[in-house]
């Protein structure tokens, strides 16, 4: 359904954009305190709180899969004659491409050749180059797969359950904790998660940009030979701004459904061509045995802290990982929680961990595989070109990708078009909850405003265009990881609500025993 007029709430629209415009401002006017400031305090929150991210990393799974093959598995998030608005290949593919986005496509190529020479689990990487090259296929696996998706997930349900079955016309994180909040949901505490939600989504939005727009320009480059600069990226952006900003004013089926749905097609060639034309068995097989180590040692390396040497590999990326998909977990779940009416609560869990993590295990296995090949076989010596280019992995991607068959004609013109429609998908799917979060009621079936979800694609625009002028896109992508911090207790009130209400809802009905009589039975008694 097309949205009613303006129910804009500026209660949290103008500390949102303020907050927005604050940020970039203050990091302009001093980014090496800024920059210093923000480092410090992540230092610190990885540090001394990796336990806990840890922790809720492994809480995530254990209680969705418990959930999901529990009793309440079975309750539809809707009336019970609702259906699903969008089949399951348009919703898996849009799930999929908001929560990755052009981040899979960046990480994919380089990540892997980082762990092969890095001392990951107190492996030494000179004397074990054979199990750092299995460990370095496996920890993509990890930190790409079941965990991340089930930090996803765990907003997804109470906000799905808070619009769909309990009718509260409001799209935001507050009206999910309403279960166990009450009346505080509409004010300040309400709007005080409301806020932290804002602030994390544009910080998330700015780690994309951070990865996609040096990455795409990179590209660019070498395609048209036109040397990088502050002005090509500038018109990489311009062109990323006037897409998704277009997707997200035409709405879900008719924009971001659409070009969700042509994304995974173009990922699908280059996925295939890269396996076809490259070391297909070595692909094969590292995938097949980084599965086993990941299920083997799930629970061991899901809550390593390193505690006595220290080594700074929790901190340095699985901490970091977690931190970030929290930090993207709002605005998931209120996109997915949107797109989800007519599903049941099993449905949603094994639809998010199952598309979501097969999907990036497959990117991993096939370019993290191709990457591990051409450093373990010797053809190309890709660490080796990342320390030289000073650890800049744009640099380091092109050299990968100018390896594969028809690159600089075939490959790398395709590849930068992936970017462009993976960038804009995750930044329309932002766009459109930003607007969300913004509008006073909004029903299950309802999309926000068009020109306030217009704006926000706008003001995403003009606010990456103030970072990458002033290079402090850094500065913002770490402050979103410190947002994650005080999310996690929002997340775990939005599961104490969604129980309070299922039980309350649900609980006797769940709860009876049927007795069923057979019709043979009943003819004896007769």
Not at 248 to 254: E, Q
Not at 462 to 476: I, N, R
Request: net charge positive; proline share 4%; charged share 10%.
């Amino acid at each position: 359904m097309e949205e009613k007029s303006n129910r804009i709430d500026n209660s949290l629209m103008y500390p949102g954009v303020i907050i927005t415009l604050l940020v970039g401002v203050l990091l302009s006017l001093f980014p090496e305190k800024g920059k210093a400031v923000v480092n410090s305090l992540f230092a610190v929150l990885t540090h001394n709180f990796k336990w806990s991210f840890l922790l809720f990393g492994l809480f995530c799974v254990i209680f969705l899969v418990w959930l999901a093959i529990s009793r309440w598995g079975d309750i539809k998030l809707g009336s019970p004659d609702d259906q699903p608005e969008f089949s399951t290949y348009a919703w898996a593919a849009m799930i999929f491409c908001a929560g990755i986005g052009i981040a899979i496509v960046y990480w994919a190529f380089i990540e892997p050749v980082y762990y092969l020479n890095t001392s990951i689990l107190h492996t030494d990487v000179g004397a074990q180059k054979g199990l750092a090259g299995e460990l370095a296929g496996m920890y993509g696996q990890f930190h790409w797969g079941i965990t991340p998706w089930a930090i996803y997930a765990l907003p997804t349900l109470p906000i799905a359950y808070a619009i769909h079955v309990k009718k509260i016309p409001a799209l935001r994180l507050s009206a999910a904790c309403r279960g166990v909040i009450g009346p505080q949901a509409d004010g300040i505490v309400g709007k005080s998660i409301d806020t932290i939600v804002i602030f994390a989504m544009i910080g998330g939005v700015g780690t994309s940009l951070g990865l996609a727009v040096p990455l795409v320009t990179s590209l660019v480059s070498s395609i048209t030979g036109i040397p990088g600069s502050f002005a090509l990226q500038m018109a990489v952006l311009f062109v990323w701004t006037a897409l998704f900003t277009y997707t997200v004013w035409a709405g879900l089926k008719r924009g971001i459904s659409m070009l969700a749905d042509l994304n995974t097609y173009v990922a699908y060639i280059l996925l295939i061509y890269v396996f076809l034309i490259g070391p297909s068995t070595f692909i094969l097989n590292t995938w097949c045995n980084s599965l086993g180590l990941m299920f083997n040692d799930f629970f061991k390396i899901s809550l390593w802290t390193d505690p006595i040497t220290n080594g700074n590999f929790p901190e340095s990326w699985t901490v970091f990982y977690w931190a970030w998909w929290v930090a993207y977990a709002p605005m998931m779940g209120l996109f997915v929680a949107r797109i989800s009416r007519g599903r049941t609560i099993r449905q949603v869990i094994f639809g998010e961990l199952v598309y979501g993590s097969l999907g990036c295990w497959i990117f991993f296995a096939i370019w993290g595989g191709y990457a591990i090949n051409l450093q373990t076989s010797g053809t190309l010596d890709v660490y080796g070109i990342l320390k030289a280019s000073k650890w800049s992995n744009d640099v380091t991607i092109v050299a990968i990708l100018n390896t594969i068959p028809g690159a600089k004609y075939l490959f790398i013109p395709i590849f930068t078009i992936l970017c462009f429609i993976f960038l804009a998908t995750t930044l329309n799917s932002a766009a459109y909850t930003l607007s969300s979060q913004v509008t006073r009621t909004l029903t299950g079936d309802e999309e926000p405003p068009r020109w306030n979800r217009t704006l926000w694609g706008i003001i995403l625009g003009l606010f990456a265009v103030g970072l990458l002028s002033t290079g402090q896109l850094k500065a913002v992508q770490l402050s979103s990881i410190i947002v994650a911090l005080p999310l996690m207790p929002i997340l775990l009130i939005m599961v104490f609500s969604l129980m309070k209400w299922v039980k309350e809802d649900y609980g006797e009905i769940l709860g009876r025993k049927m007795i069923v009589i057979a019709p043979e039975q009943i003819k004896k008694s007769l």
